[in-house]
């Protein structure tokens, strides 16, 4: 079992700057952690990638967040952060912290909503 904590969200006027960081905890780590994530959900929209990182840093991000986002990560404290810059009142979702372990099992964190005001 993997546990995911994320943290950062909160409300924020529109061309404004949010961290999120999202720690991962368990048992399950000790089999490593490969690709880390964040997803985001709009209201009344599925749930779509935002950015992810592989250990070894690749990274992959959506076509609407280039250029303004910002995905990294600490493999020593297994925690994935993300940067999000010039936001826009669009980008308010709940946004979902996500992991891939080394014996193919996906966790999802409970997710921190982010606000962004016009």
């Known amino acids: 079992q993997v546990q995911l904590v994320e943290s950062g969200g909160g409300l924020v006027q529109a061309g404004g700057s949010l961290r999120l960081s999202c720690a991962a905890s368990?048992?399950?780590?000790?089999?490593?952690?490969?690709?880390m994530g964040w997803y985001r959900q709009a209201p009344g929209k599925q749930r779509e990638l935002v950015a992810t990182i592989t250990r070894g840093s690749r990274t992959n991000y959506a076509d609407s967040v280039k250029g303004r986002f910002t995905i990294s990560r600490d493999n020593a404290k297994n925690t994935v952060y993300l940067q999000m810059n010039s936001l826009k009142p669009e980008d308010t979702a709940v946004y979902y912290c996500?992991?891939?372990?080394?014996?193919?099992?996906?966790?999802w964190g409970q997710g921190t909503q982010v606000t962004v005001s016009s």
């Open positions: 996500n992991t891939d372990t080394n014996t193919g099992e996906t966790y």
């Open positions: 368990g048992i399950g780590i000790i089999f490593g952690i490969n690709t």
